[in-house]
Protein backbone atom coordinates (compact mmCIF):
# COMPACT_ATOMS: atom_id res chain seq x y z
CA UNK A 1 0.00 0.00 0.00
CA UNK A 2 0.87 3.63 -1.03
CA UNK A 3 1.38 6.32 1.80
CA UNK A 4 -1.37 8.61 2.56
CA UNK A 5 -3.05 9.89 0.21
CA UNK A 6 -6.37 11.71 1.50
CA UNK A 7 -8.64 14.77 0.38
CA UNK A 8 -10.54 16.87 2.65
CA UNK A 9 -13.27 18.58 1.24
CA UNK A 10 -13.47 22.10 3.08
CA UNK A 11 -16.28 23.43 0.71
CA UNK A 12 -19.26 22.43 -1.63
CA UNK A 13 -20.53 25.51 -3.02
CA UNK A 14 -20.57 27.41 -5.81
CA UNK A 15 -20.66 31.16 -5.86
CA UNK A 16 -23.35 31.92 -3.70
CA UNK A 17 -22.64 30.02 -0.38
CA UNK A 18 -26.04 28.70 1.91
CA UNK A 19 -25.90 27.92 5.17
CA UNK A 20 -24.88 24.55 5.13
CA UNK A 21 -22.18 24.83 2.35
CA UNK A 22 -18.78 26.83 2.13
CA UNK A 23 -16.72 27.91 -0.88
CA UNK A 24 -14.09 25.85 -2.41
CA UNK A 25 -11.59 24.58 -0.69
CA UNK A 26 -9.69 21.07 -0.36
CA UNK A 27 -6.21 19.83 1.62
CA UNK A 28 -4.57 16.96 0.21
CA UNK A 29 -2.72 14.88 2.31
CA UNK A 30 -0.27 13.32 -0.10
CA UNK A 31 2.96 11.43 1.31
CA UNK A 32 3.13 13.77 4.58
CA UNK A 33 2.79 16.83 2.66
CA UNK A 34 -0.73 19.12 3.01
CA UNK A 35 -1.46 21.02 0.50
CA UNK A 36 -4.36 23.53 0.76
CA UNK A 37 -6.50 23.72 -2.99
CA UNK A 38 -8.51 26.79 -3.62
CA UNK A 39 -9.14 29.13 0.04
CA UNK A 40 -13.01 30.60 -0.53
CA UNK A 41 -13.96 32.55 2.75
CA UNK A 42 -14.11 30.45 5.71
CA UNK A 43 -11.38 28.31 5.13
CA UNK A 44 -9.38 28.63 8.44
CA UNK A 45 -12.86 27.66 10.04
CA UNK A 46 -13.24 24.75 8.13
CA UNK A 47 -9.87 23.31 8.67
CA UNK A 48 -10.62 24.29 12.61
CA UNK A 49 -13.78 22.40 12.27
CA UNK A 50 -12.11 19.81 10.47
CA UNK A 51 -9.08 19.44 12.87
CA UNK A 52 -6.41 19.90 10.07
CA UNK A 53 -3.52 21.68 11.96
CA UNK A 54 -2.71 24.75 10.06
CA UNK A 55 0.75 24.95 10.24
CA UNK A 56 1.04 22.19 8.26
CA UNK A 57 0.22 23.65 5.27
CA UNK A 58 3.71 24.90 3.51
CA UNK A 59 1.43 24.97 -0.08
CA UNK A 60 -1.82 26.83 -1.61
CA UNK A 61 -3.16 26.07 -5.05
CA UNK A 62 -5.96 28.88 -6.28
CA UNK A 63 -7.37 27.71 -9.77
CA UNK A 64 -8.64 31.06 -9.97
CA UNK A 65 -8.84 34.60 -9.05
CA UNK A 66 -13.36 34.63 -8.28
CA UNK A 67 -14.15 35.31 -4.85
CA UNK A 68 -15.21 32.48 -4.06
CA UNK A 69 -12.27 30.52 -4.28
CA UNK A 70 -9.65 32.90 -2.95
CA UNK A 71 -11.43 35.35 -0.19
CA UNK A 72 -10.56 32.87 2.73
CA UNK A 73 -6.76 33.79 1.96
CA UNK A 74 -6.05 36.84 4.03
CA UNK A 75 -7.81 35.19 7.30
CA UNK A 76 -5.87 32.13 6.97
CA UNK A 77 -2.52 33.88 6.63
CA UNK A 78 -3.34 36.46 8.89
CA UNK A 79 -3.93 33.86 12.12
CA UNK A 80 -1.25 31.76 10.90
CA UNK A 81 0.92 35.15 11.67
CA UNK A 82 -0.78 35.37 15.18
CA UNK A 83 0.03 31.52 15.73
CA UNK A 84 3.66 32.56 14.92
CA UNK A 85 3.77 30.34 11.90
CA UNK A 86 7.74 30.80 10.47
CA UNK A 87 8.16 28.46 7.66
CA UNK A 88 7.68 30.16 4.49
CA UNK A 89 3.99 29.93 2.58
CA UNK A 90 4.14 28.98 -0.82
CA UNK A 91 1.07 30.38 -3.34
CA UNK A 92 0.61 29.01 -6.47
CA UNK A 93 -1.60 31.39 -8.64
CA UNK A 94 -2.26 33.17 -11.26
CA UNK A 95 0.12 36.49 -11.35
CA UNK A 96 -2.73 38.68 -10.27
CA UNK A 97 -2.83 37.16 -7.43
CA UNK A 98 0.12 38.97 -5.39
CA UNK A 99 -1.11 42.08 -7.10
CA UNK A 100 -4.51 42.25 -5.65
CA UNK A 101 -2.77 40.10 -1.91
CA UNK A 102 0.02 41.81 -1.38
CA UNK A 103 -1.59 45.66 0.07
CA UNK A 104 -3.90 43.66 1.87
CA UNK A 105 -0.71 41.77 3.53
CA UNK A 106 1.18 44.96 4.22
CA UNK A 107 -1.56 46.75 5.63
CA UNK A 108 -3.70 44.01 7.78
CA UNK A 109 -0.61 41.77 8.47
CA UNK A 110 2.58 43.74 9.82
CA UNK A 111 4.99 41.83 11.62
CA UNK A 112 4.31 38.99 9.77
CA UNK A 113 6.71 35.88 11.44
CA UNK A 114 6.83 33.98 7.82
CA UNK A 115 7.23 34.81 4.36
CA UNK A 116 4.69 34.86 1.61
CA UNK A 117 6.37 33.28 -1.65
CA UNK A 118 3.83 33.91 -4.73
CA UNK A 119 4.35 31.41 -7.40
CA UNK A 120 2.85 32.74 -10.58
CA UNK A 121 2.01 30.59 -13.34
CA UNK A 122 0.61 30.84 -16.83
CA UNK A 123 -2.77 29.66 -16.64
CA UNK A 124 -2.55 29.00 -21.17
CA UNK A 125 0.16 26.61 -20.13
CA UNK A 126 0.12 23.18 -19.11
CA UNK A 127 2.86 23.75 -16.79
CA UNK A 128 4.92 21.62 -13.92
CA UNK A 129 4.35 24.16 -10.91
CA UNK A 130 5.72 22.41 -8.19
CA UNK A 131 7.78 18.69 -7.59
CA UNK A 132 9.79 17.15 -4.85
CA UNK A 133 11.27 13.55 -4.48
CA UNK A 134 7.67 12.15 -3.84
CA UNK A 135 5.22 14.09 -5.48
CA UNK A 136 4.53 16.28 -8.53
CA UNK A 137 1.73 18.78 -9.32
CA UNK A 138 1.08 20.48 -12.91
CA UNK A 139 -1.25 22.68 -13.76
CA UNK A 140 -4.30 21.71 -16.31
CA UNK A 141 -5.49 24.69 -18.33
CA UNK A 142 -9.79 24.65 -18.42
CA UNK A 143 -12.30 26.66 -19.60
CA UNK A 144 -14.10 29.23 -18.12
CA UNK A 145 -14.84 32.80 -17.97
CA UNK A 146 -11.58 33.81 -16.68
CA UNK A 147 -7.91 32.10 -16.96
CA UNK A 148 -8.77 29.30 -15.00
CA UNK A 149 -6.27 26.01 -13.99
CA UNK A 150 -7.21 22.89 -12.33
CA UNK A 151 -4.19 20.67 -10.76
CA UNK A 152 -2.77 17.16 -10.98
CA UNK A 153 -1.18 15.88 -8.09
CA UNK A 154 0.63 12.56 -9.02
CA UNK A 155 3.12 10.84 -6.58
CA UNK A 156 6.30 9.83 -8.15
CA UNK A 157 7.27 6.27 -7.98
CA UNK A 158 9.19 4.49 -5.03
CA UNK A 159 12.24 2.62 -5.44
CA UNK A 160 12.14 -1.14 -5.85
CA UNK A 161 11.78 -2.66 -2.28
CA UNK A 162 14.79 -5.34 -1.74
CA UNK A 163 13.75 -8.67 -1.21
CA UNK A 164 14.18 -9.62 2.59
CA UNK A 165 15.95 -12.52 2.36
CA UNK A 166 18.10 -11.27 -0.43
CA UNK A 167 19.58 -8.88 1.82
CA UNK A 168 20.03 -11.42 4.64
CA UNK A 169 21.69 -14.32 2.36
CA UNK A 170 23.89 -11.98 0.04
CA UNK A 171 24.43 -8.53 2.20
CA UNK A 172 25.11 -6.31 -0.72
CA UNK A 173 26.99 -3.25 0.20
CA UNK A 174 24.83 0.59 -0.05
CA UNK A 175 26.31 0.93 -3.60
CA UNK A 176 24.88 -1.86 -4.73
CA UNK A 177 21.48 -1.74 -2.39
CA UNK A 178 21.05 1.67 -4.10
CA UNK A 179 21.22 0.29 -8.24
CA UNK A 180 19.09 -2.66 -7.36
CA UNK A 181 16.72 -0.20 -6.07
CA UNK A 182 16.87 1.67 -9.22
CA UNK A 183 16.17 -1.60 -11.56
CA UNK A 184 20.09 -3.21 -11.76
CA UNK A 185 21.01 -6.77 -11.57
CA UNK A 186 23.34 -7.99 -8.72
CA UNK A 187 26.97 -9.64 -9.64
CA UNK A 188 26.82 -12.40 -6.50
CA UNK A 189 30.18 -13.14 -4.85
CA UNK A 190 30.09 -16.46 -6.51
CA UNK A 191 30.34 -14.48 -9.80
CA UNK A 192 26.54 -15.18 -10.72
CA UNK A 193 24.18 -12.56 -12.16
CA UNK A 194 21.06 -12.15 -10.16
CA UNK A 195 18.04 -10.56 -12.36
CA UNK A 196 16.81 -7.62 -10.79
CA UNK A 197 13.51 -8.99 -10.86
CA UNK A 198 14.14 -12.37 -8.60
CA UNK A 199 15.44 -9.76 -6.09
CA UNK A 200 13.12 -6.91 -5.76
CA UNK A 201 9.35 -6.18 -5.43
CA UNK A 202 7.49 -3.80 -7.23
CA UNK A 203 7.23 -0.73 -5.23
CA UNK A 204 3.36 0.83 -4.22
CA UNK A 205 1.68 1.67 -7.44
CA UNK A 206 1.59 5.80 -7.52
CA UNK A 207 -1.62 7.49 -7.16
CA UNK A 208 -3.31 10.68 -8.07
CA UNK A 209 -5.63 13.26 -8.33
CA UNK A 210 -6.77 15.76 -10.80
CA UNK A 211 -8.89 18.77 -8.94
CA UNK A 212 -10.75 20.47 -12.02
CA UNK A 213 -13.21 23.10 -11.26
CA UNK A 214 -14.55 25.64 -12.57
CA UNK A 215 -14.30 24.34 -16.00
CA UNK A 216 -17.37 24.23 -19.33
CA UNK A 217 -17.34 20.57 -20.04
CA UNK A 218 -13.61 20.62 -22.05
CA UNK A 219 -12.51 17.18 -23.63
CA UNK A 220 -8.95 19.08 -24.22
CA UNK A 221 -8.28 17.35 -20.58
CA UNK A 222 -8.71 14.18 -20.83
CA UNK A 223 -5.66 13.43 -22.38
CA UNK A 224 -3.60 14.51 -19.13
CA UNK A 225 -6.16 13.39 -16.38
CA UNK A 226 -6.14 9.60 -18.16
CA UNK A 227 -6.44 7.30 -15.51
CA UNK A 228 -6.28 9.40 -12.55
CA UNK A 229 -7.30 7.38 -9.27
CA UNK A 230 -9.72 10.19 -8.18
CA UNK A 231 -11.02 13.24 -10.42
CA UNK A 232 -12.82 15.99 -9.14
CA UNK A 233 -14.88 17.85 -11.48
CA UNK A 234 -17.09 20.45 -11.24
CA UNK A 235 -20.92 20.05 -11.28
CA UNK A 236 -22.77 23.02 -10.55
CA UNK A 237 -26.17 22.01 -12.38
CA UNK A 238 -27.85 19.28 -13.83
CA UNK A 239 -28.67 19.18 -16.82
CA UNK A 240 -31.95 20.90 -15.96
CA UNK A 241 -29.74 24.21 -16.58
CA UNK A 242 -27.92 23.09 -19.29
CA UNK A 243 -28.40 26.30 -21.27
CA UNK A 244 -26.89 28.48 -18.03
CA UNK A 245 -24.03 25.64 -17.70
CA UNK A 246 -22.76 26.32 -20.81
CA UNK A 247 -23.55 30.32 -20.83
CA UNK A 248 -21.79 30.71 -17.44
CA UNK A 249 -19.00 28.29 -18.61
CA UNK A 250 -19.91 25.32 -15.87
CA UNK A 251 -20.70 21.82 -16.08
CA UNK A 252 -23.65 19.73 -15.82
CA UNK A 253 -23.23 16.63 -13.38
CA UNK A 254 -24.27 14.08 -16.37
CA UNK A 255 -20.79 16.12 -18.18
CA UNK A 256 -18.97 15.67 -15.30
CA UNK A 257 -19.41 12.26 -15.32
CA UNK A 258 -18.06 11.93 -19.08
CA UNK A 259 -15.15 13.19 -18.85
CA UNK A 260 -14.30 10.70 -16.03
CA UNK A 261 -15.30 8.00 -18.52
CA UNK A 262 -13.16 8.97 -20.90
CA UNK A 263 -10.40 9.56 -18.69
CA UNK A 264 -10.88 6.23 -17.10
CA UNK A 265 -10.97 7.58 -13.79
CA UNK A 266 -10.71 5.11 -11.09
CA UNK A 267 -13.98 7.91 -9.11
CA UNK A 268 -15.58 10.94 -9.22
CA UNK A 269 -16.33 13.16 -6.55
CA UNK A 270 -18.68 16.09 -7.91
CA UNK A 271 -18.84 19.87 -6.26
CA UNK A 272 -19.08 23.03 -6.69
CA UNK A 273 -22.54 22.95 -6.41
CA UNK A 274 -25.30 25.80 -7.45
CA UNK A 275 -27.54 27.07 -4.26
CA UNK A 276 -30.11 26.35 -5.59
CA UNK A 277 -29.88 22.45 -5.84
CA UNK A 278 -30.81 22.06 -1.78
CA UNK A 279 -31.17 18.61 -2.17
CA UNK A 280 -28.26 17.16 -4.55
CA UNK A 281 -29.68 13.89 -5.18
CA UNK A 282 -30.55 15.35 -8.64
CA UNK A 283 -26.85 15.68 -9.23
CA UNK A 284 -25.59 12.40 -8.24
CA UNK A 285 -28.52 10.49 -9.94
CA UNK A 286 -27.38 12.32 -13.52
CA UNK A 287 -23.76 11.05 -13.01
CA UNK A 288 -24.24 7.88 -11.72
CA UNK A 289 -26.17 7.42 -14.55
CA UNK A 290 -23.35 8.24 -16.88
CA UNK A 291 -20.14 6.68 -15.01
CA UNK A 292 -21.28 4.83 -11.58
CA UNK A 293 -18.44 5.28 -9.25
CA UNK A 294 -19.13 8.92 -8.33
CA UNK A 295 -19.51 10.18 -5.26
CA UNK A 296 -20.74 13.67 -4.07
CA UNK A 297 -17.72 16.30 -2.39
CA UNK A 298 -19.60 17.34 0.65
CA UNK A 299 -18.12 19.52 3.70
CA UNK A 300 -16.33 17.05 6.24
CA UNK A 301 -15.51 14.03 3.72
CA UNK A 302 -12.58 12.06 3.67
CA UNK A 303 -11.82 10.37 0.35
CA UNK A 304 -8.55 8.06 0.21
CA UNK A 305 -7.36 7.77 -3.47
CA UNK A 306 -6.55 4.63 -4.46
CA UNK A 307 -9.49 2.54 -1.95
CA UNK B 1 -43.45 50.29 23.68
CA UNK B 2 -40.73 51.54 21.10
CA UNK B 3 -40.60 50.35 18.08
CA UNK B 4 -38.29 47.60 17.34
CA UNK B 5 -34.74 47.76 18.90
CA UNK B 6 -32.83 44.57 18.75
CA UNK B 7 -29.51 42.90 18.23
CA UNK B 8 -28.58 39.45 16.72
CA UNK B 9 -24.79 38.61 17.66
CA UNK B 10 -23.19 37.02 14.76
CA UNK B 11 -19.54 36.80 16.23
CA UNK B 12 -18.13 36.54 19.55
CA UNK B 13 -14.17 35.81 18.94
CA UNK B 14 -11.05 38.07 19.26
CA UNK B 15 -8.47 37.20 16.19
CA UNK B 16 -8.09 33.83 16.49
CA UNK B 17 -11.29 32.24 15.46
CA UNK B 18 -12.44 29.21 16.97
CA UNK B 19 -14.53 26.07 15.67
CA UNK B 20 -17.67 27.61 17.71
CA UNK B 21 -16.54 31.34 17.63
CA UNK B 22 -16.69 33.81 14.45
CA UNK B 23 -15.17 36.96 14.60
CA UNK B 24 -17.00 40.37 15.11
CA UNK B 25 -20.32 40.84 13.78
CA UNK B 26 -23.31 42.17 14.67
CA UNK B 27 -26.88 43.37 13.14
CA UNK B 28 -28.67 46.14 15.13
CA UNK B 29 -32.09 46.11 13.72
CA UNK B 30 -33.42 49.86 14.84
CA UNK B 31 -36.88 51.48 14.38
CA UNK B 32 -37.14 49.06 11.19
CA UNK B 33 -33.53 49.91 9.94
CA UNK B 34 -30.69 47.20 9.52
CA UNK B 35 -27.44 47.69 10.87
CA UNK B 36 -24.61 45.98 9.98
CA UNK B 37 -21.86 46.87 12.96
CA UNK B 38 -18.27 45.07 12.17
CA UNK B 39 -17.85 42.45 9.17
CA UNK B 40 -15.19 39.51 10.11
CA UNK B 41 -14.83 37.06 7.94
CA UNK B 42 -18.02 34.56 7.27
CA UNK B 43 -20.34 37.06 8.35
CA UNK B 44 -22.28 36.55 5.24
CA UNK B 45 -22.34 32.74 6.29
CA UNK B 46 -23.78 33.97 9.83
CA UNK B 47 -26.41 36.50 8.72
CA UNK B 48 -27.72 33.24 6.42
CA UNK B 49 -27.63 31.12 9.61
CA UNK B 50 -29.41 33.56 11.60
CA UNK B 51 -31.94 34.09 8.44
CA UNK B 52 -31.76 37.91 8.29
CA UNK B 53 -32.04 39.15 5.03
CA UNK B 54 -28.76 40.34 3.73
CA UNK B 55 -30.53 42.89 1.46
CA UNK B 56 -32.06 44.96 3.99
CA UNK B 57 -28.63 45.91 5.51
CA UNK B 58 -28.08 49.78 3.56
CA UNK B 59 -24.93 50.57 6.13
CA UNK B 60 -22.71 48.97 7.68
CA UNK B 61 -19.99 50.41 10.44
CA UNK B 62 -16.54 49.57 11.06
CA UNK B 63 -15.14 49.81 14.20
CA UNK B 64 -11.47 49.40 12.87
CA UNK B 65 -9.37 48.17 10.66
CA UNK B 66 -7.78 44.87 12.37
CA UNK B 67 -8.97 41.84 9.79
CA UNK B 68 -11.26 40.24 12.41
CA UNK B 69 -13.38 43.28 11.77
CA UNK B 70 -13.72 43.57 8.12
CA UNK B 71 -12.56 40.73 6.16
CA UNK B 72 -15.90 39.51 5.56
CA UNK B 73 -16.76 42.76 3.57
CA UNK B 74 -15.04 41.93 -0.03
CA UNK B 75 -17.20 38.42 0.33
CA UNK B 76 -20.49 39.80 1.77
CA UNK B 77 -20.93 42.51 -0.94
CA UNK B 78 -19.26 40.14 -3.59
CA UNK B 79 -22.90 38.11 -2.69
CA UNK B 80 -25.02 41.52 -2.59
CA UNK B 81 -24.20 41.54 -6.32
CA UNK B 82 -24.81 37.69 -7.39
CA UNK B 83 -28.18 38.37 -5.86
CA UNK B 84 -29.06 41.57 -7.67
CA UNK B 85 -28.94 44.28 -5.14
CA UNK B 86 -29.62 47.52 -6.47
CA UNK B 87 -29.44 49.76 -3.61
CA UNK B 88 -26.48 51.83 -2.68
CA UNK B 89 -25.05 50.30 0.33
CA UNK B 90 -23.15 52.54 2.91
CA UNK B 91 -19.72 51.84 4.74
CA UNK B 92 -18.82 54.04 7.23
CA UNK B 93 -15.07 53.52 8.59
CA UNK B 94 -11.81 54.80 8.52
CA UNK B 95 -11.05 56.29 5.68
CA UNK B 96 -8.03 53.53 4.76
CA UNK B 97 -10.98 51.36 3.87
CA UNK B 98 -11.93 52.41 0.76
CA UNK B 99 -7.83 52.41 -0.61
CA UNK B 100 -7.53 48.65 0.69
CA UNK B 101 -11.09 47.46 -0.33
CA UNK B 102 -11.92 49.31 -3.66
CA UNK B 103 -9.02 47.83 -5.86
CA UNK B 104 -10.82 44.28 -4.73
CA UNK B 105 -13.66 45.67 -5.66
CA UNK B 106 -13.06 46.52 -9.22
CA UNK B 107 -11.08 43.46 -9.60
CA UNK B 108 -13.86 40.93 -8.20
CA UNK B 109 -16.93 42.63 -8.16
CA UNK B 110 -17.01 43.54 -12.15
CA UNK B 111 -20.22 44.65 -13.01
CA UNK B 112 -21.66 45.45 -9.30
CA UNK B 113 -25.25 46.11 -10.05
CA UNK B 114 -25.02 48.53 -6.81
CA UNK B 115 -22.61 51.41 -5.65
CA UNK B 116 -20.71 50.93 -2.39
CA UNK B 117 -20.61 54.93 -0.66
CA UNK B 118 -17.32 54.87 1.72
CA UNK B 119 -18.31 57.04 4.39
CA UNK B 120 -15.38 57.64 5.94
CA UNK B 121 -14.69 59.89 9.56
CA UNK B 122 -12.35 61.07 11.86
CA UNK B 123 -11.93 57.88 14.66
CA UNK B 124 -10.06 60.61 16.54
CA UNK B 125 -13.91 62.94 17.22
CA UNK B 126 -17.15 62.00 18.14
CA UNK B 127 -18.67 62.19 15.36
CA UNK B 128 -22.52 62.26 14.21
CA UNK B 129 -22.04 59.82 11.51
CA UNK B 130 -25.48 58.88 10.79
CA UNK B 131 -28.99 60.10 11.42
CA UNK B 132 -32.50 59.76 9.85
CA UNK B 133 -36.08 60.82 11.15
CA UNK B 134 -35.74 57.72 13.89
CA UNK B 135 -32.28 57.12 14.61
CA UNK B 136 -28.65 58.97 14.93
CA UNK B 137 -25.20 57.03 15.57
CA UNK B 138 -22.49 58.73 16.97
CA UNK B 139 -18.99 57.16 17.14
CA UNK B 140 -17.26 56.42 20.30
CA UNK B 141 -13.43 57.32 20.39
CA UNK B 142 -12.33 54.27 22.06
CA UNK B 143 -8.11 53.24 23.00
CA UNK B 144 -6.65 50.95 20.95
CA UNK B 145 -3.25 49.64 19.09
CA UNK B 146 -5.13 51.33 15.81
CA UNK B 147 -7.69 54.24 14.76
CA UNK B 148 -10.69 52.63 16.29
CA UNK B 149 -14.29 53.95 17.03
CA UNK B 150 -17.45 52.56 18.96
CA UNK B 151 -20.56 53.30 17.84
CA UNK B 152 -23.74 54.63 20.06
CA UNK B 153 -27.22 54.33 18.28
CA UNK B 154 -29.87 56.23 19.97
CA UNK B 155 -33.45 56.17 18.81
CA UNK B 156 -34.91 59.81 18.28
CA UNK B 157 -37.93 60.98 20.38
CA UNK B 158 -41.11 60.33 18.49
CA UNK B 159 -44.07 62.70 18.40
CA UNK B 160 -46.26 62.80 21.59
CA UNK B 161 -49.57 60.70 21.33
CA UNK B 162 -53.38 62.36 21.10
CA UNK B 163 -55.72 60.66 23.21
CA UNK B 164 -57.94 58.75 21.44
CA UNK B 165 -61.01 60.16 23.16
CA UNK B 166 -59.72 63.84 22.87
CA UNK B 167 -59.72 63.24 18.72
CA UNK B 168 -63.26 61.93 19.13
CA UNK B 169 -64.74 64.39 21.10
CA UNK B 170 -62.68 67.95 19.22
CA UNK B 171 -62.16 66.39 16.06
CA UNK B 172 -58.78 69.14 16.01
CA UNK B 173 -58.03 69.50 12.26
CA UNK B 174 -54.67 68.39 10.79
CA UNK B 175 -52.60 71.76 10.92
CA UNK B 176 -53.66 71.13 15.18
CA UNK B 177 -52.78 67.92 15.71
CA UNK B 178 -48.96 68.47 14.09
CA UNK B 179 -48.51 71.26 16.52
CA UNK B 180 -50.55 68.94 19.59
CA UNK B 181 -47.63 65.69 18.77
CA UNK B 182 -44.84 68.56 19.06
CA UNK B 183 -46.37 69.74 22.74
CA UNK B 184 -48.88 72.47 21.44
CA UNK B 185 -51.92 72.85 23.93
CA UNK B 186 -55.30 73.10 21.95
CA UNK B 187 -58.14 75.78 22.01
CA UNK B 188 -61.14 74.60 21.43
CA UNK B 189 -64.26 75.62 19.85
CA UNK B 190 -65.85 76.93 23.42
CA UNK B 191 -62.55 79.22 23.76
CA UNK B 192 -61.47 76.70 26.21
CA UNK B 193 -57.24 76.12 26.69
CA UNK B 194 -56.71 72.47 26.67
CA UNK B 195 -53.24 72.05 28.03
CA UNK B 196 -50.79 69.43 25.66
CA UNK B 197 -50.55 67.07 28.79
CA UNK B 198 -54.59 66.52 29.60
CA UNK B 199 -54.80 65.86 25.91
CA UNK B 200 -51.60 63.67 25.06
CA UNK B 201 -49.73 60.48 26.08
CA UNK B 202 -46.04 60.47 26.25
CA UNK B 203 -44.54 58.80 23.52
CA UNK B 204 -42.38 55.77 23.83
CA UNK B 205 -39.06 55.78 25.60
CA UNK B 206 -36.04 55.97 23.23
CA UNK B 207 -33.80 53.10 23.00
CA UNK B 208 -30.25 53.06 22.78
CA UNK B 209 -27.14 50.96 22.27
CA UNK B 210 -23.55 51.69 22.32
CA UNK B 211 -20.98 49.21 20.88
CA UNK B 212 -17.33 49.62 22.32
CA UNK B 213 -14.59 46.96 20.88
CA UNK B 214 -11.56 47.03 20.38
CA UNK B 215 -10.48 49.00 23.39
CA UNK B 216 -8.45 49.04 27.05
CA UNK B 217 -10.32 50.63 29.89
CA UNK B 218 -11.08 54.05 28.88
CA UNK B 219 -13.64 56.25 31.06
CA UNK B 220 -13.80 59.15 28.44
CA UNK B 221 -16.31 57.34 27.03
CA UNK B 222 -18.53 56.98 30.17
CA UNK B 223 -19.85 60.80 29.81
CA UNK B 224 -21.06 59.60 26.37
CA UNK B 225 -23.03 56.51 26.99
CA UNK B 226 -24.55 57.58 30.56
CA UNK B 227 -27.68 55.72 30.59
CA UNK B 228 -27.58 53.36 27.56
CA UNK B 229 -30.13 50.77 27.52
CA UNK B 230 -27.50 48.30 26.75
CA UNK B 231 -23.76 48.56 26.31
CA UNK B 232 -21.48 46.04 24.47
CA UNK B 233 -17.93 46.07 25.86
CA UNK B 234 -15.10 44.03 24.56
CA UNK B 235 -13.67 41.54 27.81
CA UNK B 236 -11.25 39.72 25.40
CA UNK B 237 -9.55 38.75 28.92
CA UNK B 238 -10.35 37.98 32.75
CA UNK B 239 -8.49 39.04 35.06
CA UNK B 240 -5.86 36.39 34.79
CA UNK B 241 -4.54 38.09 31.92
CA UNK B 242 -4.92 41.83 33.14
CA UNK B 243 -1.40 42.31 31.71
CA UNK B 244 -2.10 41.43 28.36
CA UNK B 245 -4.98 42.97 28.44
CA UNK B 246 -3.27 46.69 29.29
CA UNK B 247 -0.10 45.66 26.87
CA UNK B 248 -2.96 44.71 23.60
CA UNK B 249 -4.92 47.77 24.30
CA UNK B 250 -7.89 45.31 25.03
CA UNK B 251 -10.10 45.16 28.16
CA UNK B 252 -10.59 41.97 31.07
CA UNK B 253 -14.01 41.52 31.91
CA UNK B 254 -13.95 43.10 35.37
CA UNK B 255 -13.21 46.53 33.47
CA UNK B 256 -15.85 46.63 30.54
CA UNK B 257 -18.18 45.63 34.23
CA UNK B 258 -17.07 48.57 35.54
CA UNK B 259 -17.40 50.87 32.69
CA UNK B 260 -21.22 49.45 32.95
CA UNK B 261 -21.46 51.04 36.05
CA UNK B 262 -20.01 53.71 35.66
CA UNK B 263 -22.48 54.87 32.53
CA UNK B 264 -25.10 53.32 34.74
CA UNK B 265 -25.98 51.15 31.57
CA UNK B 266 -29.09 49.26 32.20
CA UNK B 267 -27.54 46.22 30.77
CA UNK B 268 -24.05 44.75 29.76
CA UNK B 269 -22.71 42.15 26.91
CA UNK B 270 -19.66 41.06 26.78
CA UNK B 271 -17.65 39.38 23.89
CA UNK B 272 -14.41 39.67 21.37
CA UNK B 273 -13.25 36.11 23.51
CA UNK B 274 -9.82 35.36 23.34
CA UNK B 275 -9.76 31.75 22.05
CA UNK B 276 -7.71 30.78 25.45
CA UNK B 277 -11.13 30.85 26.85
CA UNK B 278 -12.86 27.62 26.18
CA UNK B 279 -15.40 27.96 28.89
CA UNK B 280 -17.03 31.84 29.20
CA UNK B 281 -18.02 31.39 32.68
CA UNK B 282 -14.76 32.98 34.37
CA UNK B 283 -15.11 36.01 32.10
CA UNK B 284 -19.22 35.85 32.75
CA UNK B 285 -18.82 35.43 36.78
CA UNK B 286 -15.64 38.09 36.95
CA UNK B 287 -17.95 41.46 35.33
CA UNK B 288 -21.34 39.72 37.16
CA UNK B 289 -19.60 40.20 40.22
CA UNK B 290 -19.01 44.20 39.65
CA UNK B 291 -22.32 44.62 37.25
CA UNK B 292 -24.81 41.86 37.79
CA UNK B 293 -26.95 42.62 34.68
CA UNK B 294 -24.26 41.04 32.75
CA UNK B 295 -24.92 38.29 29.95
CA UNK B 296 -22.24 36.87 27.50
CA UNK B 297 -22.88 37.64 23.66
CA UNK B 298 -22.91 34.65 22.19
CA UNK B 299 -23.42 33.76 18.41
CA UNK B 300 -27.05 33.54 17.69
CA UNK B 301 -28.39 36.05 20.59
CA UNK B 302 -31.00 38.27 19.92
CA UNK B 303 -31.29 40.78 22.30
CA UNK B 304 -34.36 43.04 22.99
CA UNK B 305 -33.29 46.09 24.31
CA UNK B 306 -35.29 48.14 26.85
CA UNK B 307 -36.84 44.51 27.97
Keep these: MSKSFTITILGSSSALPTSDRYPTAQVLSASERFFLIDCGEGTQRQLRVNKIRFTKIEHIFISHLHGDHCFGLIGLISTLGLLGRKAPLYIHSHSHLEKLLQPQLDYFCTDLPFQVVFDAFDPKQKTLIYEDKAIQVETIPLKHRIPTVGFLFKQKPEDRKLKKEFVFTHQP ?23 NGEITLDPPKTLSYAFCT ?54 LLIGHFSSRYKNLTILLDEAKTVFPNTFLANEGNVIKVGE
Aim: without cysteine; negative net charge.
Design 173 to 195: GIKDMVAIKNGGDYLNKDGVVMP
Design 214 to 267: DTKYNENIIEQIKGVDVLYHEATFASDNAQLAKKTYHSTAEQAAQIATKAGAGK
